[in-house]
């Protein structure tokens, strides 16, 4: 998704955007720009240089027409309206202003042909039209300031903004609408940044404006407006940690940092749900949640998109088992449109990493309007999700760069097991025992994932074959069904090897058409009580000619024994936690196959980390 960064500096501003918009990468995008006021003795004129392609394009394009200044804009533009070129690429300009936008402006084309007859417009954005709107309130005798106000009020859509005019000296202006914003405080220098990591070389103090919020930002003072044009105070939120979390280190990329630092996050997470001195859950009192009461709710709507979805998935068949409460999991982007009943007493709980998916963040909404109770399950605490939700609860997994998610997604698995848990005791569903049992399962997590992460050079060998397919197939069953949809998603989206996830019990309705010699199969089967069922559907593809790899345990290798073309053997595991440690296998899989592949592995084509556009 496009990312923002400005700086109203005393030193010039060049280089440090360039820093700041590479932080910005890791949430996708096809091109790149910076825009500053350049001062030439008493005159002074906004120049921009921007690049299709990588950012190293740009640093080209700097290198060979140097372009600086003490106040600049500068964005990472991932194209929705217009193709991903130069002309398209922000900032736009118009007059005197320069624009960085990132949402999608809806009603800009009828702002377009209003003015039309005095403007000319070159890019096919609906982001242009904003610049035209400031610089021709200006040409009407407003301030700069005011230009700014009375534009945002002439705008409908979701967008952030991020604005610098030429011949209003030192101000830059900043808008939140739908998508984060936030400003960092610093020494005798202020900024702005889509996220807090956009900042982190910059400034640990940072505000996040609220929705509406508008702002006038210089090098020694921060102004704050309301949607109403009140000026307003937002607090200060210190933000230590994530510097370090934006770096490599010695990982070749972010996702296998990330897959690496899954012990560590899932015991994170653990920490804020997990009374592990004791063995008991943490009470709905503890996790600070007063007001829910799992023992009135009737059925929880879980409610999320791509890797988050597939976590709620999982999380159904925990509630329902573990809880005796009926969950309803659905993709955000229908659940509003097919318009649910409601049931009163219940919970519509959203489950978001950046906790800004736009149809996430819309169905949110949706509930909060039709008087349903709400929390969302976030990794970004400060996120809107995380505002908004009557409830937020946190995912604990650290700041998650590579595009793909993994260890998003165990940690959203190892909270949402724990919710579980929480409500089968509060329910009176499961015992003591039963708890303890649990809890016990659960904190064995950190050393588990250790442990199958040796597995990591035997898997690179598998995904080599894995790599050479045009097509492979994810089975499973009960828990790891969902498991499959997302390590079908995982190869998708990496390494581009067309994979589908099925319940290994459906294949035989159809899809089996599509088995034909060497085609690979992926099945993932601890033992459990699905076992053997699992294993007759591998057979089933297995003398059709597929070539399969199978994921289990000691004992379901010893049963297996001469079946599957390799097996896997991952630890002794309890039924409950094995999805969260069968993902990490997967994770591996599709990372590998990718590396050989030799694709942007943290960047992959057409993809967004967050994605702020419904
Ligand atoms: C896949 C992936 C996406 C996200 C989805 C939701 O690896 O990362 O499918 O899971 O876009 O994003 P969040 O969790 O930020 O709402």
Known sequence: MCGIIGIAGTQPVTDRLVEGLKRLEYRGYDSAGIAVIEKLGQQTQLIRRRAKGKIVNLEKQIELEPADGMLGIAHTRWATHGAPNETNAHPHFAGRVGLVHNGIIENFTSLREDLKSSRTFVTETDTEVVAHLIDEAMKSGLSGKDAFAQSLKK???AFALGVIIDGVDGQLFAARRGSPLAIGLGENENYIGSDAIALASLSTRIIYLEEGDW???????????DADDNPVKRDITIV????AAAEKGNYRHFMLKEIYEQPESVSHTLTHYVDAFNHKIKTTKQLKLSGLDFKDIERVSLVACGTAAYAAYV?????????????DVDIASEFRYRKPALIKNSITMVVSQSGETADTLAALRYAQQKGLQTAALVNVMNSTMG???????????????????TKAFTSQLTALLSLAICAGVERGHINAAQERGLIEALTQMPRLIAETLTLDSEIETLAHDLSKAKNAFYLGRGLHFPLALEGALKLKEISYVHAEGYAAGELKHGPIALIEEGTPVIVIAPTDELFEKTVSNMQEVSTRGAKILLITDKEGALKTKGMADATLICPEVSVETAPIVYAVTIQLLAYHAAVHLGTDVDQPRNLAKSVTVE
């Open 215 to 225: 702002a006038v930002i210089t090098t020694d003072s921060v102004e704050i407006f």
């Open 240 to 243: 230590t940690g994530s510097l």
């Open 155 to 157: 705008l409908t859509g």
């Open 387 to 405: 505002r908004e939700a009557d409830f937020a609860l946190p995912i604990n997994a650290g700041p998650e760069i590579g595009v793909a998610s």
């Open 315 to 327: 999380a159904k068949y925990w509630f329902e088992q573990i809880a005796n409460l009926p969950v």
